[in-house]
């Protein structure tokens, strides 16, 4: 609530809050309380009217303003409150300042449009204002202060200069055109004015048209055809004050139509305020003569389009999409209008739409052609690969008006090449698996074979070595073995002994030969028989065969201390062997492929599983000659694997006696040198023969084991196998390198990899010497005697 001597500011706004809100104590003017009835009279008026209007009082011409005024004012609104007039308008001071002192001497005065240039916002700014000044008078009559009205013309001012302009240079435009003339249709009086250009394409006479004259006269010159739709086009653009833009025909006296381009939309003129219909009309009689020839190219070049197997589109010069053909519809399923403009993006795989968005900004920026490989959309079948390829059309002048392209599917064909791809890797792979396999073995026969004529009357070390050459000879065998099983099915020359077989025996046998492996890896085998009869025909050892390498592949690929299930069932005229592990499971990349040749799970260098992966390729192959089937299942990485053998089932033969439902379950030198290697028979054969060579010898079969002997006793010379479980040769090496303690030593690399980057991954660990298995024992001997 105000003060009486406050009540002027009542009405007065923002500003009248903040003029009574503003500390005035410290001002020359002094508190509100004290301000003279005059000055408080006149704030009161400035306050309350909507014009912008500004009062100064005294001498120094402190300076009050409205709300409206606050614009005026721009940025300085913020302080000029209180201010002198010549200190808020310091700029303006030199154009206004004599006005000023005329109505301080009592000279009311008016100015309109008047230029004057601010720095109201922190730039110099060109304005127009029209205002007023009056004098105040206080209680004597005197003058003691001024009040000015305010409004601000700068946006008038420069629309009438645009206008101005904008008319000068549609006047030289249409001068220059020679085609183009103007209309206008003042709203107000119905009198429609044209220029000589637009005269002549009514065949109108001109002066008659200059002066003005009905706008009935110009329609009713119009095509039949296409006066009704005009005249309702003109009154709609009055009515609703939007854009006029119309073709239409003329005919003429030599028989033949002129085509028209009417454009225009309802002006205010800015100074009168008239409003009128005005606009321009263009001759495009060649345009569309040469519309319509190439329309008949257009409709011969679809005709063409529409038959071809390839998807054809066609783009503006600068990029734009604005045609395909019927078979885009066809084989994405998406309309041809969706897909016009960006709309095709959607139908291009998301990965692959940056790298072609990227291509086709190159083609556009240097006129190359355009080609890129990419998945698109089909109706039926997800994405498939199509190979997308453009060439620019140019002009005599070799402008580019256009580009034109085709979609060629080659899904087909780059799977096929893939698949090439992906065999031949597994091949190669296959092949440098199977020389390391070879060479592993070949090791500690070496070894032993070194031993024997080395101290061929040592009993004890004869039959120890007799025993490593017969274990790894085995170990040969079988490989050579599945080699030449896998060879003999493929090529199908294996001729299976048919007869009824009990799977249940089968499951027991196999179950007898996964034994040692699923025992050694400290396995729980689990295993559910069904009661019924599960005979059928076939090759009981095949079968053996079959079950046993399913059970290994699982033990093999599951981490020590796993969970392995095999059950047996009997679903309608089926035999069903399910072997299920809680195992490192299959990539869903891997999955479709475990069956066949050169196919396994990734591998790392330590190779703890082992084989060459052909188990799973021989299982296919036998259970297709037993008239079965051999599926897969996994759920990823580390979530454990299924398969599936199912085979037809057979009555039980009447001799037959049914076997135990239960099988019998599996329960659960001299230089000091340290030779690391999980091969304990390699291990040992080699640190022996280095014995031999008066070396004081140890052994390790892994990288804990390793670890602590280092520990223990560091030694002269690591000998260490790359492909260890858990850590391989490579890590081990840094981290006995780290141990505390540790002294300079040789680090020699020994492994069944020996290509040029196995070579250099260990190099990059840091080992002196690479040998691959078997060893070169003279070579290690001659090595280990140079130390220095």
């Given at each position: 609530?105000?003060?009486?001597?406050?009540?002027?500011?009542?009405?007065?706004?923002?500003?009248?809050?903040?003029?009574?809100?503003?500390?005035?104590?410290?001002?020359?003017?002094?508190?509100?309380?004290?301000?003279?009835?005059?000055?408080?009279?006149?704030?009161?008026?400035?306050?309350?009217?909507?014009?912008?209007?500004?009062?100064?009082?005294?001498?120094?011409?402190?300076?009050?303003?409205?709300?409206?005024?606050?614009?005026?004012?721009?940025?300085?609104?913020?302080?000029?409150?209180?201010?002198?007039?010549?200190?808020?308008?310091?700029?303006?001071?030199?154009?206004?300042?004599?006005?000023?002192?005329?109505?301080?001497?009592?000279?009311?005065?008016?100015?309109?449009?008047?230029?004057?240039?601010?720095?109201?916002?922190?730039?110099?700014?060109?304005?127009?204002?029209?205002?007023?000044?009056?004098?105040?008078?206080?209680?004597?009559?005197a003058v003691s202060g001024l009040v000015c009205l305010v409004v601000e013309d700068t946006a008038k001012v420069l629309a009438l200069a645009r206008h101005k302009q904008a008319e000068e240079r549609l006047a030289l435009s249409l001068e220059a055109s020679g085609n183009i003339g103007?209309?206008?249709?003042?709203?107000?009086?119905?009198?429609?004015?044209?220029?000589?250009?637009?005269?002549?394409?009514?065949?109108?006479?001109?002066?008659?048209?200059?002066?003005?004259?009905?706008?009935?006269?110009?329609?009713?010159?119009?095509?039949?055809?296409?006066?009704?739709?005009?005249?309702?086009?003109?009154?709609?653009?009055?009515?609703?004050?939007?854009?006029?833009?119309?073709?239409?025909?003329?005919?003429?006296?030599?028989?033949?139509?002129?085509?028209?381009?009417?454009?225009?939309?309802?002006?205010?003129?800015?100074?009168?305020?008239?409003?009128?219909?005005?606009?321009?009309?263009?001759?495009?009689?060649?345009?569309?003569?040469?519309?319509?020839?190439?329309?008949?190219?257009?409709?011969?070049?679809?005709?063409?389009?529409?038959?071809?197997?390839?998807?054809?589109?066609?783009?503006?010069?600068?990029?734009?999409?604005?045609?395909?053909?019927?078979?885009?519809?066809?084989?994405?399923?998406?309309?041809?209008?969706?897909?016009?403009?960006?709309?095709?993006?959607?139908?291009?795989?998301?990965?692959?739409?940056?790298?072609?968005?990227?291509?086709?900004?190159?083609?556009?920026?240097?006129?190359?052609?355009?080609?890129?490989?990419?998945r698109l959309r089909h109706h039926a079948d997800g994405f498939r690969w199509v190979l997308n390829r453009a060439l620019p059309v140019r002009d005599e002048a070799g402008a580019i008006t256009r580009w034109m392209g085709t979609l060629t599917d080659v899904h087909d064909h780059k799977?096929?090449?893939?698949?090439?791809?992906?065999?031949?890797?597994?091949?190669?792979?296959?092949?440098?698996?199977?020389?390391?396999?070879?060479?592993?073995?070949?090791?500690?026969?070496?070894?032993?074979?070194?031993?024997?004529?080395?101290?061929?009357?040592?009993?004890?070390?004869?039959?120890?070595?007799?025993?490593?050459?017969?274990?790894?000879?085995?170990?040969?065998?079988?490989?050579?073995?599945?080699?030449?099983?896998?060879?003999?099915?493929?090529?199908?020359?294996?001729?299976?002994?048919?007869?009824?077989?009990?799977?249940?025996?089968?499951?027991?046998?196999?179950?007898?030969?996964?034994?040692?492996?699923?025992?050694?890896?400290?396995?729980?085998?689990?295993?559910?028989?069904?009661?019924?009869?599960?005979?059928?025909?076939?090759?009981?050892?095949?079968?053996?065969?079959?079950?046993?390498?399913?059970?290994?592949?699982?033990?093999?690929?599951?981490?020590?201390?796993?969970?392995?299930?095999?059950?047996?069932?009997?679903?309608?005229?089926?035999?069903?062997?399910?072997?299920?592990?809680?195992?490192?499971?299959?990539?869903?990349?891997?999955?479709?492929?475990?069956?066949?040749?050169?196919?396994?799970?990734?591998?790392?260098?330590?190779?703890?599983?082992?084989?060459?992966?052909?188990?799973?390729?021989?299982?296919?192959?036998?259970?297709?000659?037993?008239?079965?089937?051999?599926?897969?299942?996994?759920?990823?990485?580390?979530?454990?694997?299924?398969?599936?053998?199912?085979?037809?089932?057979?009555?039980?033969?009447?001799?037959?006696?049914?076997?135990?439902?239960?099988?019998?379950?599996?329960?659960?030198?001299?230089?000091?040198?340290?030779?690391?290697?999980?091969?304990?028979?390699?291990?040992?054969?080699?640190?022996?023969?280095?014995?031999?060579?008066?070396?004081?010898?140890?052994?390790?079969?892994?990288?804990?084991?390793?670890?602590?002997?280092?520990?223990?006793?560091?030694?002269?010379?690591?000998?260490?196998?790359?492909?260890?479980?858990?850590?391989?040769?490579?890590?081990?090496?840094?981290?006995?390198?780290?141990?505390?303690?540790?002294?300079?030593?040789?680090?020699?690399?020994?492994?069944?990899?020996?290509?040029?980057?196995?070579?250099?991954?260990?190099?990059?660990?840091?080992?002196?010497?690479?040998?691959?298995?078997?060893?070169?024992?003279?070579?290690?001997?001659?090595?280990?005697?140079?130390?220095?």
């Open positions: 609530m105000q003060s009486d001597a406050q009540a002027f500011l009542d009405n007065g706004g923002a500003m009248g809050t903040r003029i009574a809100a503003h500390d005035w104590a410290g001002h020359p003017l002094g508190p509100i309380e004290g301000w003279p009835p005059a000055l408080r009279t006149a704030l009161g008026i400035a306050l309350g009217t909507s014009f912008p209007t500004f009062v100064t009082w005294t001498d120094n011409l402190y300076m009050f303003f409205n709300d409206a005024y606050r614009p005026v004012l721009g940025a300085k609104a913020d302080w000029a409150l209180g201010r002198p007039l010549r200190e808020v308008w310091s700029e303006a001071w030199p154009a206004v300042g004599a006005i000023v002192e005329q109505a301080l001497a009592g000279e009311s005065c008016f100015f309109e449009n008047f230029p004057v240039t601010l720095e109201r916002n922190g730039y110099p700014e060109q304005t127009w204002f029209t205002f007023s000044y009056s004098p105040v008078r206080d209680e004597r009559g103007t209309w206008s249709y003042d709203a107000d009086t119905g009198a429609t004015f044209v220029d000589e250009r637009f005269a002549r394409l009514f065949q109108v006479d001109a002066a008659l048209a200059s002066a003005g004259t009905d706008l009935e006269r110009f329609t009713s010159m119009i095509h039949g055809d296409d006066r009704a739709r005009v005249v309702a086009a003109i009154a709609a653009a009055i009515r609703d004050e939007s854009l006029y833009d119309i073709e239409y025909r003329i005919p003429q006296l030599c028989g033949k139509d002129a085509w028209v381009n009417a454009r225009g939309k309802v002006f205010t003129d800015p100074a009168t305020g008239r409003r009128r219909f005005a606009g321009v009309a263009v001759d495009i009689s060649a345009r569309k003569e040469a519309e319509q020839a190439r329309a008949e190219s257009e409709r011969k070049f679809r005709s063409i389009a529409n038959v071809i197997p390839q998807l054809v589109w066609s783009a503006t010069a600068d990029g734009v999409n604005d045609y395909l053909n019927h078979r885009w519809q066809e084989y994405t399923g998406v309309p041809d209008t969706a897909a016009r403009g960006a709309g095709w993006h959607a139908a291009v795989h998301p990965d692959d739409l940056p790298a072609l968005l990227d291509a086709w900004q190159r083609s556009l920026a240097d006129g190359s052609a355009f080609q890129v490989e990419h799977r096929a090449a893939e698949d090439l791809k992906a065999a031949a890797r597994r091949k190669d792979e296959f092949l440098a698996m199977l020389a390391h396999e070879l060479r592993n073995p070949l090791a500690p026969i070496s070894n032993a074979a070194q031993l024997l004529s080395l101290a061929p009357n040592d009993a004890a070390r004869v039959r120890q070595s007799s025993d490593v050459i017969t274990r790894q000879v085995r170990h040969m065998t079988n490989l050579v073995d599945d080699l030449l099983d896998v060879s003999r099915v493929t090529r199908g020359l294996v001729e299976l002994d048919r007869q009824e077989v009990d799977m249940k025996t089968v499951v027991a046998s196999a179950v007898e030969q996964a034994r040692p492996l699923v025992e050694a890896r400290r396995h729980a085998l689990e295993l559910h028989v069904a009661p019924a009869p599960a005979w059928v025909v076939g090759d009981r050892t095949r079968l053996v065969q079959i079950v046993a390498n399913i059970l290994n592949n699982a033990a093999k690929y599951t981490p020590p201390g796993g969970r392995i299930v095999l059950a047996v069932d009997t679903p309608g005229d089926e035999v069903r062997i399910d072997v299920t592990d809680n195992g490192i499971g299959i990539g869903a990349n891997l999955l479709p492929h475990v069956f066949e040749l050169f196919t396994q799970a990734e591998r790392t260098p330590d190779r703890s599983q082992g084989g060459l992966g052909l188990g799973l390729a021989l299982v296919h192959s036998l259970v297709q000659l037993h008239g079965g089937r051999v599926e897969a299942r996994s759920e990823g990485r580390d979530r454990g694997s299924q398969f599936t053998v199912t085979l037809p089932r057979t009555a039980a033969p009447a001799r037959a006696v049914v076997a135990s439902a239960d099988p019998p379950a599996v329960t659960s030198a001299a230089r000091a040198i340290l030779v690391v290697d999980d091969n304990v028979d390699a291990a040992n054969s080699l640190a022996q023969v280095l014995q031999s060579y008066g070396h004081d010898t140890r052994t390790a079969a892994g990288p804990g084991a390793a670890l602590a002997a280092a520990a223990e006793r560091w030694p002269d010379v690591f000998i260490l196998d790359i492909g260890l479980p858990g850590m391989d040769g490579c890590e081990l090496a840094g981290h006995l390198r780290a141990l505390p303690g540790a002294r300079p030593a040789l680090f020699l690399a020994l492994t069944g990899y020996g290509q040029p980057h196995d070579r250099q991954r260990s190099r990059s660990a840091g080992f002196q010497h690479h040998f691959v298995k078997p060893v070169d024992l003279p070579a290690l001997a001659g090595l280990l005697a140079g130390l220095a």
